[in-house]
């Protein structure tokens, strides 16, 4: 593989029910979905999520884990290879607050979102202490990549990142695809975290699941930038009114306005749509 977006990390020398005990075999069993304009986004929880990803681990049992903002449920409603990678991954969870609002609208009772950047620094600070290996793929380049492995040391003292990789920004070729996967297998990664943005970490995802040693990959878009220092945050109070959308948009209007103008009104109107349509069973 070539060396210009390798690097090396070695280490130098809110849920439904109090958290239970459960046993690998049933923890890597995926909780039930509710299904959101054909995807299905699973009732589940920070903590339960975190104990299917630890589950697999244990297990050795493969899969990959979609976190779906709005965007990423219309786009599968244009991309179909898009739909084919989020309807396979063994997990989907639901990143975005409308979404939430949607599932409990359709009878659910989820307290919260799974956020991705959430879920991953959660994850993080627990896989400091189990010993988890994790691998870093995407950043907008190697000095974003490495400052994202610097500040997760820094956080989560322990924890064991064996390996990153940022993609150039095009398709790679098969030779180079290989080379990722011979890369991230040698590495001895446990989890691999994928940064890459809506649609390309889902298709990657699923075209390298088969390739790769890991138990698990997780696509979890922006967090890498969030995590690194380069993009901020929405504001707590910003993210509960499910308006961090506008937030982004404000800071990265020129990349994201079309986005939002586009995908923001067709999911009101067609969850509204289906809203109606599960009311009056049809």
Request: with cysteine.
């Amino acid at each position: 593989m070539s060396s210009e977006h390798a690097l090396s990390l070695q280490n130098p020398a809110h849920s439904f029910e109090p958290a239970q005990l459960v046993e690998p075999d049933e923890a890597a069993v995926p909780p039930p979905s509710v299904d959101v304009l054909g995807v299905p986004l699973a009732l589940t929880t920070y903590e339960r999520a975190m104990e299917w990803i630890d589950a697999r681990v244990e297990t050795g049992e493969k899969g990959y884990v979609c976190v779906a903002a709005v965007h990423t449920v219309m786009a599968c409603q244009e991309d179909e290879e898009l739909r084919r990678a989020v309807l396979n991954s063994s997990l989907t969870v639901p990143d975005g607050q409308p979404l939430v609002w949607a599932m409990n609208a359709l009878g659910s009772n989820l307290p919260s979102r799974v956020y991705g950047p959430e879920l991953m620094a959660r994850h993080c600070e627990r896989s400091a202490r189990t010993g988890t290996r994790i691998f870093l793929y995407g950043g907008r380049n190697q000095g974003a990549l490495v400052q994202l492995a610097l500040n997760l040391r820094r956080r989560y003292p322990g924890l064991k990142i064996v390996g990153g990789y940022s993609p150039p920004f095009r398709q790679l070729s098969a030779e180079e695809e290989q080379g990722v996967a011979d890369e991230i297998n040698r590495s001895g990664a446990d989890v691999v975290w994928v940064g890459i943005g809506v649609p390309k970490q889902e298709k990657w995802m699923a075209a390298m699941r088969d390739k790769l040693d890991a138990p698990v990959l997780i696509g979890v878009g922006a967090a890498f930038d969030f995590h690194a220092g380069l993009v901020a945050q929405a504001p707590n109070w910003v993210q509960s009114l499910g308006m961090e959308w506008a937030y982004r948009l404000s800071r990265e209007p020129k990349r994201l306005w079309k986005r939002y103008a586009k995908y923001n009104p067709w999911f009101v109107l067609g969850f509204a749509r289906q809203w109606a349509g599960a009311r009056l069973g049809v």
